[in-house]
Structure formats: C-alpha cells, structure tokens
C-alpha cells in the first residue's frame, strides 16, 4: 500500500479526537468512512474494505472494537492505528494494558501501530500540530 495514494481510511470514533484526524486524512485526500457506538453504522461495513482502520476510541472501548474487528474478514493489507491514550487494568493479571498492547493480542494478523506524541485535536483541526 502506498499512503502518497489516497487510501481507504476508517476513523472508529467520531468524538474531537476522531473528528480531528478524521479532518487531517480528509484534508490528505484520503476516502473517509467513520464509525461510533451511536452512529448506527454497521463496523463491518466501514472495515471491510479499508486500507488503514484509525482507532480512536475511548479506552473503556478499546478491548470491545479490538474484539469485533479480531473477528472480521478485513483486508490483508490493512494496517490498524491506535490513537486512543491511556490504560487498561488487564484482564490476565494485575498489570496495564496500553491500547497497542490490547490490539496486538487481540488482532493478530495485521499490523498495529501507535500514533502518540503531545498532540491536541483542536490544534490538529487548525492545523498548528
């Protein structure tokens, strides 16, 4: 896959966070899809044909999209993003989950990668980031 071409991008959550990197692949040229809990979007749907899925869930959700998706016929190629921050208290012992950790046990045929640093999604809307 090549990320100069525009790419099949799906943001699940479409809280500031979601909206913010959703404005940045928009602004890229990339083809959007989104996805939340209250939108009434079918996941697989918005996943079924993506280059890149951007998770930018709350981290109460992390474990149940990195499930769901764990169990979706998405595409070989696809590469998932976590953009969420925080901890889990894992659930096989007394230790924290980071959300890469949870998606890298959860979905084991593609890759996960991290998008971190100190970025703000209004700073990323108006372009300052």
């Not at 149940?64 to 894992?90: D, F, R, W, Y």
């Amino acid at each position: 896959m090549n990320l100069l071409q525009p790419a099949r991008v799906s943001i699940l959550g479409t809280g500031q966070w979601g909206r913010a990197l959703a404005s940045l692949a928009d602004h890229n040229g990339h083809y959007l899809s989104s996805w939340s809990r209250q939108n009434g979007v079918i996941l697989n749907h918005v996943v079924a044909t993506t280059d890149v899925i951007v998770s930018a869930v709350s981290m109460a959700g992390v474990r149940m999209v990195a499930q769901h998706i764990s169990q979706m016929n998405i595409p070989n190629h696809c590469i998932i993003v976590t953009a969420t921050k925080g901890l889990e208290v894992c659930p096989h012992g007394n230790t924290v989950c980071t959300p890469s950790q949870i998606g890298q046990e959860t979905i084991v045929h593609h890759p996960v990668v991290v998008l971190s640093g100190p970025n703000l999604s209004k700073e990323i809307q108006l372009e300052l980031s």
